[in-house]
């Protein structure tokens, strides 16, 4: 699993074994805060195991896939 805020991983190569998760939660908030949500969006992936390889983290705490188009 990685974790990023780095938008460039939205074009995964084919055969990526790694889940990546796109962090869209805001750098304006306190690092304790955003490390809060992280860990709580992990601890929620690895306990459901959504399919996919791709995945968005949204401001609010929420893990979304991200489809291909």
């Known amino acids: 699993m990685f974790l ?3 938008t ?3 074009d995964l ?3 990526t074994r790694a889940t990546v998760i796109i962090s869209r939660v ?3 908030l306190r690092i ?3 490390v809060e949500l992280w860990a709580n969006a992990i601890d929620a992936f690895v306990a459901q ?3 996919g390889k791709l995945f968005e ?3 609010d705490g929420s893990l979304v896939a991200i489809t291909e188009p």
Do not use: I, S, V, Y
């Open 32 to 34: 304790a805060d955003r």
């Open 49 to 51: 195991a959504p399919p």
């Open 13 to 15: 190569a084919a055969g």
């Open 57 to 59: 983290l949204l401001p």
């Open 26 to 28: 805001p750098q304006h």
């Open 4 to 6: 990023t805020q780095d």
């Open 8 to 10: 460039e991983f939205e």
